[in-house]
């Protein structure tokens, strides 16, 4: 059966593969997007589509989409420390409210809601790996508090209109995804050891790479938030890759991937950087029958086949 899905933040990295990915399941999607972090041309080759709208819109400001709407996917959001470091305002303005708009959208329309929260509501964690019912060790005043705090108000907020007004909502907690369409630029390690790499200079590691991160491919985090999406459940449900690697590691297998002859540069770690993060994916499998079925080294070389393919960088 078609549903008539809302994306915000749907010109973003994740959103545009969720417009994508909607659209090829039959389904129709209105996007939502200020064009803050994320750009229209993420979802050009998508204007032609006839179930596909984009409409520009501030969520802190109004949201208004005409017609009945089954379900209403929330991401719109900044989300790399570089943008939300940047942007400290607006990243808490779009989780109080926006996520208050977007929620009142799915009351409206008696849809079903679901929020992109992430593992940074862990901070920088005592636990390891994070199930879902670990609170967290965040600092609210620290410069990564801006995202992180927005993020886990957005989840309170989500859960009061659950409890005291009976929309249908969802959490789904996002670990370090990667892929095709991450910005270069975007401070992430991934897509800045690739542009790094393609450009043959010096890969710029945090600290001496030991701290740890669980990447997953954008294609399985997808699957994994449509799984939870179409299910009855509330969550919070993580979503990511158990695979953890060090920033080392990682750095090393771009420089192969990429065939660069590259050396590594350590540089300072930012403040409050987490020193491990492994999703607990228990119950994603329980509930949602999900495990990511892609291999880093597959997933790597996608995301770099795709970064050659970007004008803004050099040829390797
Ligand atoms: P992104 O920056 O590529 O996309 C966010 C989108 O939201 C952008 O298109 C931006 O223009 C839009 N946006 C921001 N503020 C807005 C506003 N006020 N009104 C309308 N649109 C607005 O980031 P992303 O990596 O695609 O992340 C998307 C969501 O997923 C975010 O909510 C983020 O917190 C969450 N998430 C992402 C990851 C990841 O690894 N990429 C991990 C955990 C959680």
């Given amino acids: 059966m078609q549903i008539h899905a809302v994306v915000t933040g749907g010109a973003g990295f994740l959103g545009s593969h ?43 400001e109004f949201v208004h989409v005409p017609g009945p709407v089954d379900l ?24 109080a409210i926006g996520t208050w708009h977007a929620l009142g959208l799915a009351k409206e329309k008696g849809a079903r809601f679901l929020l992109a929260s992430t593992s940074e509501v862990y901070g920088d964690p005592q636990v390891h790996p994070q199930p879902e019912d670990y609170w967290g060790h965040v600092n609210p005043i620290g410069p990564r508090g801006v995202y992180d705090e927005s993020k886990r108000y957005a989840e309170a907020l989500t859960t009061a209109y659950r409890d005291a007004e009976g929309v249908d909502t969802a959490i789904v907690r996002i670990f370090n995804t990667y892929g095709p369409r991450m910005r270069p630029n975007d401070g992430r390690a991934i897509p800045t050891f690739i542009r790094q790499g393609l450009a043959g200079e010096p890969l710029t590691v945090a600290g001496d790479g030991s701290q740890t991160r669980s990447v997953c491919h954008v294609s399985d985090t997808v699957d994994g938030i449509l799984r939870l999406a179409a299910s009855p459940h509330p969550g919070p449900v993580n979503i990511g890759n158990p695979d953890e690697r060090s920033v080392l590691r990682i750095a090393q297998d771009v420089i192969a991937a990429t065939g660069s002859r590259s050396t590594i540069e350590f540089v300072d770690r930012p403040v409050d950087d987490p020193g491990v993060r492994r999703p607990d994916t228990t119950l994603a499998e329980k509930l949602l029958s999900w495990k990511p079925a892609i291999d880093w080294r597959e997933g790597l070389s996608d995301t770099v086949a795709w970064f050659r393919t970007e004008p803004e960088l050099p040829e390797p």
Avoid: M, W
């Fill in 18 to 60: 969720l417009c994508e990915r909607l659209l090829d399941d039959g389904h129709r999607v209105t996007c939502l997007d200020n064009f803050l972090t994320g750009k229209p041309e993420n979802v050009a080759h998508l204007l032609e589509h006839p179930d596909f709208t984009l409409t520009r819109c501030d969520l802190t």
């Fill in 72 to 95: 209403v996917l929330h991401f719109a959001s900044p989300a790399s420390p570089i943008d939300y470091l940047r942007l400290p305002i607006q990243t808490l303005k779009v989780g």
